[in-house]
């Protein structure tokens, strides 16, 4: 998996419209700082993974839906990944190593 690192506001409020090709590779937006996340805009549900300041997952939203809320008061950082990716057997390891090689959650 490969995350992109949303740091700047036209990178937050564009979110995964930025790579609507996913390809082969999975990938998400990491959203550092962060532990809340609105959906007002979106086209299509997306899941949410909620790490914490390690990079472990404490929360999990799937399917998030347009025009919504989700908040996490325990997480550090977002992963906003495409709806259906934490259906995956695997996505639990792939997010967590993932946030971990980016070193950027606080």
């Known amino acids: 998996m490969r995350l992109y ?3 700047s506001f036209a990178a937050r409020l564009l979110g995964l419209r930025l790579w609507p090709d996913w390809g082969g590779r999975p990938r998400g937006l990491l959203l550092p700082e962060c532990r809340a996340v609105h ?8 899941d ?3 790490l914490d300041a390690a990079g472990r997952i404490v929360a999990a939203r799937r ?3 347009p ?4 908040f996490c008061r325990r997480a ?3 992963v906003e990944l495409p709806a259906g990716y934490c259906a995956r057997p695997d996505w639990r390891a ?3 190593a993932a946030g971990r090689a980016r070193k950027i959650v606080v």
């Open 48 to 50: 949410l993974v909620f």
């Open 76 to 78: 550090r950082a977002v």
């Open 5 to 7: 690192c949303a740091r």
């Open 67 to 70: 025009g919504g809320y989700v």
């Open 63 to 65: 399917q998030a839906g």
């Open 39 to 46: 959906t007002l805009g979106l086209a299509q549900s997306v």
């Open 94 to 96: 792939q997010v967590e």
